[in-house]
């Protein structure tokens, strides 16, 4: 580790010049498989750097698969397999680790930071009055502790019924089929519909954690671009003919990270194209209750082909864990089989308490009131943004995302980590694209978008700081 310096006012970052100088050591074969690294105390005094930036690259490189960190002993260089070492010096791009570490980074390390380019509605904004009053009610009632309904408490089911109505999805409470949120319900589609090696369309950008799960299951993506009235419509239909998919993942409304929504002639084109080339679609309609009613593909489709998800996470509680899927009747039996073989059956005290909340003659007017403060949050939000020169994608009308960008920033991944940095979490672009290809796009959260630091990282990122 003596060869490696650290230039304290060079042009690239500190953490950068220490991961790419580690590196160095361990495909050159100087620090060799096994070896131990310097403690993060020793190598921060003898480099004259602080300690966080010594952990900050300790982690990076540990996420690249360079090291590993072994509990009370430190830090070790791990194996590295024939070529890698050649080929990880000259990508363009970040490799997929890198993304991987910086989602943990977003994801994981919330304290402290202007959550920018975070998923979440601020706790304080949510009715946890109501939630508390839901919870009061449901421990005065007998049976909490049951294992449940594989298919989810039914009273809930029935009120999901009633619910679907409104957006004239005729589902009956036996095609729904309750999850442990939005992501089990991707999950349960994703192993009944696709195999390792099969194709699924995806929108181009859309989102991560959809298509990182995708990648587990072996699954080839194949990304369609998102437009300001929903995806390209020549380019999905040249897509479905070259790559003959067996599934189309999208989001008709509040689209994220975009914030756009399907124009009626898309939708209507969509489902032609994926009855002509035979795949099913599944819409996510995770933000439904932040916009007002209205049709979506499963109200055109008649759950034909369209696979209807959704959750509560956005209006009641992100750590609830409860979404349904809706679903043609013979689907939705196959699917509970796959609930029952992989989980047995959700968590019926958590269904119990969405059924409380949702029941609750203060939950529609408190939706209300949230619309309305997402909408004035957005509205200053997109002033904001444009009055520091960053140029808006389209401006939606319902959600709590806007898409934007600085016209002289090719790739907004630096961006981000700079940000990290300064204690301000960005949502960069490539992190949204289905292959991890650069972006200059970022993700706001119009929540958040009025923080100072936030604008102040904004601001000298406009001049080119």
Same mark, same amino acid.
């Given at each position: 580790?003596?060869?490696l310096?650290?230039?304290?006012?060079?042009?690239?970052?500190?953490?950068?010049?220490?991961? /790419?100088?580690?590196?160095?050591?361990?495909?050159? =074969?100087?620090?060799?498989?096994?070896?131990?690294?310097?403690?993060?105390?020793?190598? +921060?005094?003898?480099?004259?750097?602080?300690?966080?930036?010594?952990?900050? %690259?300790?982690?990076?490189?540990? %996420?690249?698969?360079?090291?590993?960190?072994?509990?009370?002993?430190?830090?070790?260089?791990?194996?590295?397999?024939? #070529?890698?070492?050649?080929?990880? #010096?000259?990508?363009?791009?970040?490799? $997929?680790?890198?993304?991987?570490?910086?989602?943990?980074?977003?994801?994981?390390?919330?304290?402290?930071? /202007?959550?920018?380019?975070?998923?979440?509605?601020?706790?304080?904004?949510?009715?946890?009055?109501?939630?508390?009053?839901?919870?009061?009610?449901? %421990?005065?009632?007998?049976?909490?502790?049951?294992?449940?309904?594989?298919?989810?408490?039914?009273?809930?089911?029935?009120?999901?019924?009633? /619910?679907?109505?409104?957006?004239?999805?005729?589902?009956? +409470?036996?095609q729904?089929?309750?999850?442990?949120g $939005?992501?089990?319900a991707?999950?349960?589609?994703?192993?009944?519909?696709?195999?390792?090696?099969?194709?699924?369309?995806?929108?181009?950008?859309?989102?991560?954690?959809?298509?990182?799960?995708?990648?587990?299951?072996?699954?080839?993506?194949?990304?369609?671009?998102?437009?300001?009235?929903?995806?390209?419509?020549?380019?999905l239909?040249?897509?479905?003919?070259?790559? =003959?998919?067996?599934?189309?993942?999208?989001?008709s409304?509040?689209?994220?990270?975009?914030?756009?929504?399907?124009?009626?002639?898309?939708?209507?084109?969509?489902?032609?194209?994926?009855?002509?080339?035979?795949?099913?679609?599944?819409?996510?309609?995770?933000?439904?209750?932040?916009?007002?009613?209205?049709?979506?593909?499963?109200?055109?489709?008649?759950?034909?082909?369209?696979?209807?998800?959704?959750?509560?996470?956005k209006?009641?509680?992100?750590?609830?864990?409860? #979404?349904?899927?809706?679903?043609?009747?013979?689907?939705?039996?196959?699917?509970?089989?796959?609930?029952?073989?992989?989980?047995?059956?959700?968590?019926?005290?958590?269904? =119990?308490?969405?059924?409380?909340?949702?029941?609750?003659g203060?939950?529609?007017?408190?939706?209300?009131?949230?619309?309305? =403060?997402?909408?004035?949050?957005r509205?200053?939000?997109?002033?904001?943004?444009?009055?520091?020169?960053?140029?808006?994608?389209?401006?939606?009308?319902?959600?709590?995302?806007?898409?934007?960008?600085?016209?002289?920033?090719?790739?907004?991944?630096?961006?981000?980590?700079? #940000?990290?940095?300064?204690?301000?979490?960005? +949502?960069?672009? /490539?992190?949204?694209?289905?292959?991890?290809?650069?972006?200059?796009?970022m993700?706001?959260?119009?929540?958040?978008?009025?923080?100072?630091?936030?604008?102040?990282?904004?601001?000298?990122?406009?001049?080119?700081?």
């Amino acid at each position: 580790m003596e060869r490696l310096s650290v230039e304290l006012h060079g042009k690239d970052p500190l953490v950068e010049q220490i991961v /790419a100088g580690i590196r160095r050591e361990i495909d050159e =074969r100087r620090l060799r498989p096994g070896g131990r690294l310097p403690s993060i105390r020793l190598f +921060a005094e003898t480099h004259k750097v602080s300690r966080f930036t010594v952990v900050e %690259a300790y982690d990076r490189l540990v %996420a690249l698969g360079y090291l590993e960190s072994r509990r009370g002993a430190g830090f070790y260089a791990t194996p590295r397999k024939n #070529g890698e070492a050649a080929s990880a #010096g000259t990508q363009a791009r970040p490799r $997929t680790a890198d993304l991987v570490w910086l989602i943990r980074r977003l994801l994981t390390e919330r304290e402290g930071m /202007a959550l920018a380019g975070g998923p979440w509605i601020p706790s304080e904004w949510l009715d946890e009055p109501g939630m508390r009053r839901a919870l009061r009610a449901l %421990a005065r009632q007998q049976g909490i502790l049951e294992w449940g309904d594989p298919r989810g408490y039914a009273p809930l089911r029935a009120q999901l019924e009633l /619910a679907l109505a409104e957006l004239d999805i005729p589902a009956a +409470a036996s095609q729904i089929v309750l999850t442990d949120g $939005t992501s089990q319900a991707l999950d349960l589609v994703m192993r009944r519909l696709l195999r390792p090696g099969d194709t699924a369309l995806v929108d181009d950008p859309g989102y991560y954690n959809l298509f990182g799960n995708l990648r587990q299951h072996g699954v080839q993506l194949a990304g369609v671009p998102r437009g300001h009235d929903g995806p390209d419509i020549e380019a999905l239909e040249r897509l479905a003919r070259e790559r =003959r998919p067996k599934v189309y993942f999208t989001q008709s409304v509040m689209h994220n990270p975009t914030g756009t929504a399907l124009s009626p002639h898309v939708a209507f084109r969509v489902l032609q194209i994926a009855e002509r080339c035979d795949f099913a679609v599944v819409e996510d309609d995770v933000c439904c209750d932040l916009d007002l009613p209205g049709p979506r593909l499963a109200t055109l489709d008649r759950l034909n082909r369209v696979i209807y998800v959704r959750s509560f996470s956005k209006t009641l509680a992100g750590s609830l864990r409860v #979404g349904f899927i809706a679903c043609r009747a013979g689907l939705a039996e196959e699917l509970l089989d796959l609930k029952m073989l992989t989980s047995i059956t959700s968590s019926h005290l958590a269904e =119990r308490l969405v059924h409380a909340a949702l029941v609750d003659g203060h939950y529609r007017k408190f939706v209300a009131r949230l619309r309305e =403060r997402i909408r004035q949050a957005r509205e200053r939000a997109v002033l904001a943004l444009e009055r520091m020169g960053l140029e808006l994608f389209v401006e939606p009308k319902a959600g709590m995302f806007l898409w934007a960008r600085f016209p002289h920033i090719d790739d907004s991944l630096p961006l981000a980590e700079a #940000g990290l940095r300064e204690r301000v979490m960005l +949502a960069p672009g /490539a992190v949204f694209r289905p292959n991890l290809e650069s972006s200059p796009w970022m993700r706001f959260n119009v929540a958040v978008c009025e923080d100072p630091r936030l604008q102040h990282f904004l601001g000298r990122a406009r001049g080119g700081v």
